[in-house]
């Protein structure tokens, strides 16, 4: 069926090694069914149950009661970040491309990329060090649910995480081959104010990030300490309190104000509306 002198690979056992030989692979992490918590780490790697909710950590066949050993009821799957950008810092192409903002800012006030906004120039002056090597990455997050099979009837909701690293240049940014994906929040329900169980194993590796990785650079052909920051994220605004821990609902919906939310339960429509939200115009509000 394929042509002469063909690479395709022989087998799919031949695929996963030489995906594991380049190190393209990715974890799986098994979670409490509730998303209390996700067994790794010293304390949780070796649990059977979980110590919040006491959920089984493997299935359970509903008919027969039994569990079935090895097979995990809910599994995160993990894609590492930080050996990704190892790689991307190999090619000297990509490793020039990624100091491209430091000779791009706008000279005439306009804003045609990251790097000239209010966020970037901050973080500038608040860590002089890290923006003093222009292979510092700048991240910016993005998530939300979509349901994977199409069906409209179905409530099952998939959460992909995606990092977009803004020191490319902006037609190269948000190419889809440069969109890291690092995490899959399983189903069926949405993880809600529990996304931040998931988050954990991207927390520790962008923590790994601040602090400092070596890395080789093949386009100055040397090594250097790579720093990394997640300036934002980008999400709908009930993904915006999810991720954030602040309430976007009920009387008082604005993260922004708080208590002093303009809002106004309607006891015939049994529902709250807001009024007087832009009387003052609130320059924060837009930021």
């Known amino acids: ?105 706008s000279q005439d006030g306009k804003m045609r990329h990251p790097v000239d906004s209010v966020c970037w120039s901050s973080i500038d002056k608040k860590y002089p060090t890290f923006e003093s090597n222009p292979r510092s990455l700048r991240f910016g997050l993005a998530t939300d649910g979509f349901n994977q099979f199409s069906n409209l009837s179905s409530t099952h909701s998939l959460w992909p995480v995606i990092l977009v690293i803004y020191n490319l240049p902006p037609n190269v940014c948000i190419s889809s081959e440069n969109l890291m994906l690092s995490l899959l929040i399983p189903g069926p329900k949405q993880p809600g104010n529990d996304i931040d169980v998931y988050l954990q194993p991207l927390i520790d590796d962008l923590k790994l990030l601040w602090d400092g990785v070596d890395m080789y650079d093949a386009y100055s052909k040397a090594m250097f300490n790579l720093r ?39 006891p015939l429509a049994l529902k709250t509306v807001y009024v007087d939200h832009r009387k003052d115009n609130l320059l924060e509000h837009n930021q």
């Open 1 to 105: 069926m394929l042509p002469q002198a063909n690479t395709f690979p022989e087998s799919l056992s031949i695929v996963k090694k030489t995906l594991k030989d380049f190190d393209l692979g990715y974890e799986k992490i098994d979670a409490c069914v509730n998303d209390c918590i996700l067994f790794r780490g010293k304390d949780y790697e070796n649990l059977e149950k979980c110590p919040t909710c006491d959920a089984s950590r493997y299935k359970i066949n509903p008919r027969t009661g039994k569990i079935k050993e090895g097979v995990a009821a809910k599994v995160l799957r993990y894609f590492p970040i930080i050996p990704r950008l190892q790689r991307m810092f190999l090619s000297a192409s990509v490793s020039e491309q990624l100091t491209w903002h430091s000779s791009h800012h």
């Open 228 to 266: 990394g920051i997640l300036l934002w994220t980008i999400n709908d605004f009930p993904a915006y309190g999810n991720l954030s821990g602040l309430t976007n609902k009920g009387e008082f919906a604005c993260p922004v104000c708080g208590p002093e939310t303009c809002s106004y339960w309607l």
